[in-house]
Structure formats: structure tokens, C-alpha cells
């Protein structure tokens, strides 16, 4: 049958039954296009295959710029570093002097096309290859010349205050400072262009050293030391001008200039570029056309895994764009050796500085970010949660895999400290699992860390193992269970369990202690840490059999019976009581902490027990406590790290969480791709975009073991076409209009049952 007349089938069944498609719009209507050259940085796009990504821009005189990244590229220092620039011109050039122009991102295909006349760019990160492609197609012979641009181009030091400027927050006390190395650029031959970045030293051994961990470092090798990482620049017709330049050897109609990416750890950046040339020639044997082919299938495939398209009125429609364009975000970014920076991604810009000028949050060069290079899990965390939901597992891995991999450094480093089995993951580590040395401090004589934000930050290894759980229940994988979540749960649950001692009731008395980094000083018995474990351990005890020995389902039984209560008390002229000390006609409330002292951040710790634990939520007992608690919170806060979308939506009240959700991802960013967010972290804030998502989801689907519940907290005025992913291998599918569901598809068949439409959570 055509196609034609499939669509005509399929409209007179809809006008049939007057029921919505359940079928996704397509991606395309949120692709962005540009009608004007760029000028600098600030008129990027994004471009990525998971681990190599690239900002790409124009410039008036019509040249393209690359400004290349790749997920592992870790400097001497610890920071994640910029593979460089290339430059790109054309002769005669088709998109000045009056020519049409366009800059189009294409997400269903994961590509850029810039249009000039007749003439078209394609450029794309190859989904299934480390390289970067840039297609020319134009209709008369034009030159090409593209050219390497390295701003790390010698040695230079920072004392201790411009490395605090520089976004090293990690190394802002050093009183040392700190050195930075500048590239290699290789001789050219065989037409092949290639620079690299080689640690010849490293920050790693002075990490153990400061920490009193220097006994440790025969067993866990450095992994920055030789690390080599860049790029090399080939393409047939391509000759080499000069180190780092390539140019046509003569005009041609086509050209396709092929930027290759590796990191690896070798002996010197002479081994590293031969080993690059070989997987360059690996790479070329699949032919460019089939490379092309199946870099479309896999954006394909990515995009039918889950969509959520919004509707019904203008503010709902950029939500939704908003929404695809994190998803699209993450998938750039998401699939390399380690997980993606909550502040830039590998998507922060920069120009050159003046010499003799380091950066600053004002005018900084590409490598900069603010907060520095280690991982903060109440940031990070935002991003991967919504990607449960999306049925992007390929996604959330790299984010699980770093806290698997730090499990044997995190328990030998318990044992060193404290002397007991299990292991915590400080709220800032470096992906190695060890805290920086800013938080530790650089004379600390003892084991604690010295900064009053982190000292016994540790609750964020329970939420990356109810991710896990969420994971487990989604997928069914037993495999991951067995290598990722058990090992995670058994690394942290020992540690509750053993770090602590009793009180008099038995129970264990968590102190000293802080509640996230809002109560630091007093804080006795935190919520958050007695709400992942009062959440996480029935979970565990509820696995099947075969996985968790019996040594584990005792212990988690033990913790179990041995939690306090989560604190309760009253508020005091309707927020959340100082100290605990509520009016005795006051509302019932959570509180933080059963102890707690002046507030030193702005999170509502009370809070966790809604999200991400899940104790109270739509459906479940006690709602109006939690409801309650909501309406005391100290702290209004939806952007970045902040929960009030989540909490809103998972406690269905919708006019919250619809509010929530626009300032989520609809205050845009600076610059021209505005979902290139700036709140309270870096360019782009991929924390509060993954809010957005989450929120969002929550608003359409929450899921509670096997039930799974519809519309929970969803205005009547949004449309939706939606496909997500549910518990048990469930995909649920539907349209929402009026706030009602209507052709409604739930695979396997035998969980539709399992599913309640509520209608508007308020």
C-alpha cells in the first residue's frame, strides 16, 4: 500500500472514533535555523556523538568554526580541557556578498548544514566513530583551506588568587598555585595535520599525598599520567601547507575534511599520533555514504525510544522544544568514559585572551567553567534522572560506571580514615573517587575534610544507588545488578551501618553529620540520609532471590530495624521552625533534621523524602503532611539544582509545578542557541535542564512499583503526544488533550492494567 493512502486509512479511522494519534510528531518541527552569519563564540550550535562534540559557529567573513571536545580529555591538572579550533574557509567564499544563508541543526539526523547559494555544508559527529566530518556539496569549484588554532600555546603559572578566578575552585587555597601546560603540534606528513595535549606530569600523586592516602598510590595507578588527547586532520584532495594547516590541492565541487579524535594514555605524543593514524585508517574503511547511513539510523533509533511533544499553547510549546533540545544535549555528550559535566558540558566557549590575561567569568578563554573539574553529585544527578524515563540507559551508564570504578579506592580510603568496612562518596570528587583538595584541606593534619560544606556530605551514594534501583526495575538487568547496583549498595549501606555509633533507643545516631550543605554545623540525625535509606533498603530486600547473598539481605535487614524516624515537627508562623522549634498549634511538618542549627545554603533537605526518595508522593499515605511540608519550605528554588518542580509534580500540585517547569526551561541562556542555559553554574547549566525534564515527566507519569499513574500534576490546558518508559520493561504511550488520555498503548499489553489516568493533581 502507499503512503498516501495509509494517511488517508489512518484519517478516516480518526475521524471515526474522534481519538488523537498516538503516533510521535515528528522531531523536525524543533530544528533551529539561522538566516545570519555569526561573529563569535556566542553564536554556536552543538554538535556531538556522545564523546566527541563540537561547538560550530560562522563568522562574518564567512568562515566555519570548530571548537572540538571529546569526554576524557583530562589535563596534568585535572580539568577537562578543549581539543582545540579549526577553521574553516572557503574560496570563492558562497556565503558572503549577498548570498542566501543559512545555519540549520537538524536533530533528527544529528547534523548541521550550512547553506550558501547552491552550495551546502553537512557537518556531523559520527555516531559510531570517533570523527568529526565536514561535507562541502557546491555547484562550481571552490578551495578549501581549514586551519588549526591552539590558544594553549606555552607554559604559564597562576598564583593562588587568579586560579580562583580561572574557575579552578578545586585549587583556589593552593598556595603554591599552579602550572599549565601548553599543546603539541606534530610535523605533518602523509597530508595529515595533528596536535595533542600530553601530560608529562600530573596533580594525582599530590592529591593522595595531601590526603594521607600517598600508600595507596602503588595500587591505584595514575590515571592522568601520558594521558594524551587530540585531534588529527585529513581528507582526500587535502595537502598539507604547514604544521597546521591543510588546503585543496586544487578547486573541486566536493571535499570532506575529517577531524579524528583519540585519548589514550602512551609514551609520547609521537605514540599517540601513531596510533591515531591507525584508527584513522580503521575508520575510513567504512565508506563515508555507509558511515552516513548508519550514524541517521542511530539518531533514528535514539528519537523512537521516547518523545514528549506539548501542545495547547504557545508557553507549552517551547517547553517542549526546550525539553527535546536537553534530551538532544545529553546525547552529544552522554556516551563517553566518564559523565557529563554538570557545568558546560563539553559544550563551554571561550576566545583568545590577551597574553599575560587569565580568565575570568567575564571574558574567558574555551577551557574555563566555573566550579572546576570535579563532579557534584547534587548537581549532576539532575541530568541523568529524566534519562530513566526517556529509555536512555546507554546514557545514565557512564554516570553509574564512575561510582562502580571509585568503589575500591572509596573502601580503602574508609579503612585509612575511620577503620571500618564500606566506603562514602563525598559530595565533590574527582572521577577517581577521591574529594579535591580545596575540600579536604591543604594542611589538614586529620581525615575530615576541612570545608563545612562537604565534612560529612555523603548522602549522594544513596541517590546514585536509587537510581540504580530505578534502573534495575525499569530494565530487569540482572547483569547490572550484579556488577553495579549490588556493589554500590553493598560500598554504601556498610558504611551507614558501620560509621555511627547507637544511641540509647538502639537506633543509630548519625552524628556528627550535616543535612546536604543547608545545615552543616549541628545537624543530628539528617533527613535526607534516614530517607534513602528508609527508601532503598525495602527495595533491596525486595529484589529476587538470586540477587544479593544472604549476607546482604541480613545486613540490609539489620539497617533496617536500626533507623530513627524521619524527624517530624511543627511549623512556626507557617515555615519551616529555626532549630526545630515549632509553635505548638503549629502544622504538622518534616523537618531536616531531628537537630538542626542556622541555615548555611539554600536547599530544603526536608524535601528529600518527596524527591528523590519517594516517600511521600501522589497515591500514598500522608500526602497532606508532605503538601504541607512544600508550603512551609524556606527556600523557593526551581533552576539548577534546585527541587521545587520535582517536589511539586511528584506531590501532584500542578499550578506549582507548571510554574516550576516554565522558569525550568524557558528562561534561556545568553547566547544565540538559547538553550545553552545560564542560571546559577556554568554555560549550559545541564543541571537545570534536566530538571526541567524530570519535572516534566513527573507531571505527565510517576510509577510506584507496578502501578503507574497518568496525569498526576498535568494542566487541562497542555496538549501531549507522548511515549515514555515504565517499570518491568513497560513503554507507555498515548495523547493527552483536555486533560484526558486517549489512545492509549501500553507494551507489554498485560501492564495496562497497571494503569490509573488521574486527571489534574490538584
Request: aromatic share 12%.
Amino acid at each position: 500500500m502507499k503512503s498516501s493512502n495509509i494517511c488517508i486509512v489512518f484519517v478516516w479511522v480518526l475521524c471515526i472514533f474522534w481519538t488523537a494519534p498516538a503516533f510521535p510528531q515528528s522531531v523536525e518541527k524543533n530544528d533551529v535555523t539561522w538566516n545570519l552569519l555569526g561573529t563569535n563564540e556566542n553564536n554556536s550550535m552543538p554538535l556531538g556523538n556522545g564523546d566527541l562534540a563540537a561547538n560550530v559557529w560562522t563568522e562574518q567573513n564567512g568562515d566555519i568554526v570548530l571548537l572540538l571536545a571529546k569526554s576524557d580529555a583530562w589535563s596534568e591538572n585535572g580539568q577537562l580541557l578543549k581539543l582545540g579550533r579549526v577553521r574553516v574557509k572557503l574560496t570563492p567564499n558562497p556565503f558572503v556578498n549577498g548570498a542566501s544563508f543559512s545555519q540549520e541543526l537538524k536533530l533528527e539526523s544529528g547534523e548541521i548544514q550550512i547553506r550558501g547559494g547552491a552550495t551546502m555544508i553537512r557537518i556531523w559527529a559520527d555516531a559510531n566513530h570517533p570523527v568529526v566530518h565536514l561535507e562541502v556539496h557546491a555547484d562550481s569549484p571552490v578551495g578549501l583551506e581549514a586551519k588549526t588554532e591552539l590558544w594553549r600555546t606555552k607554559s604559564y603559572h597562576l598564583d593562588q588568587k587568579a586560579v580562583q578566578r580561572d574557575g579552578f575552585f578545586e585549587w583556589g587555597n593552593d598556595p603554591d598555585g599552579l602550572t599549565f601546560d601548553p599543546d603539541t603540534v606534530l610535523a605533518s606528513r602523509h597530508n595529515q595535520v595533528a596536535w595533542c595535549h600530553f601530560n608529562s606530569r600530573t596533580i594525582y600523586p599530590l592529591v593522595f599525598e595531601k590526603q594521607h592516602l600517598e600508600s595507596l598510590l602503588t595500587k591505584y595507578p595514575d590515571p592522568l599520567i601520558h594521558r594524551c588527547f587530540g585531534t588529527m586532520m585529513a581528507g582526500d584532495g587535502l595537502i598539507t601547507i604547514d604544521d597546521r594547516t591543510l588546503k585543496s590541492a586544487k578547486p573541486e565541487k566536493s571535499f570532506c575534511l575529517n577531524l579524528y579524535a583519540l585519548t589514550k594514555q602512551v609514551d609520547s605524543p609521537e605514540a599517540w599520533g601513531e596510533t591515531l593514524s591507525r584508527q584513522m585508517d580503521s575508520i575510513k574503511a567504512v565508506k563515508i555514504d555507509l558511515a552516513r547511513q548508519q550514524h541517521g539510523e542511530w539518531w533514528t533509533q535514539f528519537w523512537d525510544r521516547s518523545w514528549l511533544h506539548l501542545g495547547g499553547t504557545p508557553e507549552a510549546e517551547k517547553i517542549s522544544q526546550s525539553y527535546i533540545m536537553q534530551r538532544y544535549m545529553t546525547a552529544c555528550a552522554g556516551r563517553g568514559a566518564q559523565p557529563i559535566k554538570f557545568n558546560g558540558s563539553l559544550f563551554t566557549v571561550g576566545h583568545d585572551l590577551p597574553e599575560n590575561t587569565s580568565s575570568t567569568e567575564q571574558s574567558c578563554d574555551p577551557d574555563y567553567r566555573t566550579w572546576g573539574g570535579c563532579f557534584w553529585n547534587q548537581n549532576t544527578r539532575m541530568l541523568y534522572w529524566p534519562l530513566i524515563a526517556s529509555g536512555d540507559f546507554d546514557l545514565l551508564r557512564p554516570w553509574f560506571d564512575m561510582y562502580v570504578q571509585d568503589i575500591p579506592l572509596v573502601k580503602d580510603r574508609t579503612r585509612a580514615y575511620f577503620h571500618h568496612d564500606g566506603g562514602a562518596f563525598i559530595e565533590t570528587i574527582y572521577f577517581w573517587g577521591l574529594p579535591n583538595v580545596n575540600d579536604f584541606g591543604w594542611d589538614n593534619p586529620g581525615v575530615e575534610l576541612q570545608s563545612a560544606w562537604m565534612r560529612y556530605h555523603v548522602q549522594g551514594g544513596l541517590e546514585v544507588l536509587a537510581q540504580m534501583l530505578d534502573y534495575f526495575d525499569y530494565t530487569q538487568d540482572a547483569t547490572f545488578a550484579r556488577t553495579s547496583l549490588l556493589p554500590v549498595a553493598e560500598t554504601v549501606i556498610t558504611y551507614y551501618d558501620q560509621h555511627w555509633k547507637r544511641g540509647m533507643d538502639g537506633k543509630i545516631l548519625f552524628s556528627p553529620a550535616q543535612s546536604i550543605e543547608t545545615y552543616q554545623k549541628t545537624a543530628i540525625n539528617p533527613t535526607p540520609d534516614i530517607a534513602g535509606l528508609t527508601s532503598a533498603l525495602p527495595r533491596l530486600l525486595s529484589l529476587p532471590q538470586d540477587l544479593g547473598s544472604q549476607d546482604q539481605r541480613t545486613l540490609w535487614s539489620h539497617v533496617l530495624r536500626s533507623l530513627p524516624a524521619i524527624p517530624l515537627g511543627r511549623t512556626a508562623n507557617g515555615k519551616l521552625p529555626p532549630k526545630g522549634q515549632g509553635d505548638a498549634d503549629g502544622t504538622p511538618t518534616i523537618l531536616p533534621a531531628q537537630h538542626y542549627d542556622a541555615t548555611c545554603n539554600a536547599e530544603n533537605p526536608e524535601l528529600y523524602t518527596v524527591f528523590p526518595y519517594r516517600l511521600y508522593a501522589v497515591g500514598k499515605a500522608d500526602l497532606t503532611l508532605a503538601r504541607d511540608t512544600y508550603n512551609a519550605r524556606l527556600f523557593h528554588m526551581s533552576h539548577c539544582w534546585g527541587q521545587d518542580g520535582l517536589d511539586s509534580a511528584t506531590l501532584g500540585l500542578t499550578a506549582a509545578a507548571k510554574k516550576a517547569v516554565v522558569e525550568e526551561l524557558t528562561f534561556y541562556g545568553k547566547q544565540q542557541f538559547r538553550w545553552f542555559w545560564k542560571k546559577s553554574d556554568w554555560i549550559p547549566d545541564m543541571d537545570d535542564g534536566g530538571a526541567g525534564m524530570a519535572t516534566l515527566q513527573l507531571m505527565l507519569m510517576q510509577c510506584d512499583g507496578k502501578r503507574i499513574l497518568l496525569l498526576p500534576a498535568w494542566p487541562r490546558e497542555w496538549t501531549a503526544d507522548f511515549k515514555l518508559r515504565a517499570p518491568y520493561q513497560t513503554t507507555v504511550q498515548g495523547h493527552v488533550e483536555n486533560g484526558k488520555v486517549t489512545g492509549l498503548t501500553v507494551t507489554p499489553s498485560e501492564r495496562a492494567s497497571d494503569v490509573t489516568v488521574m486527571g489534574s493533581g490538584e
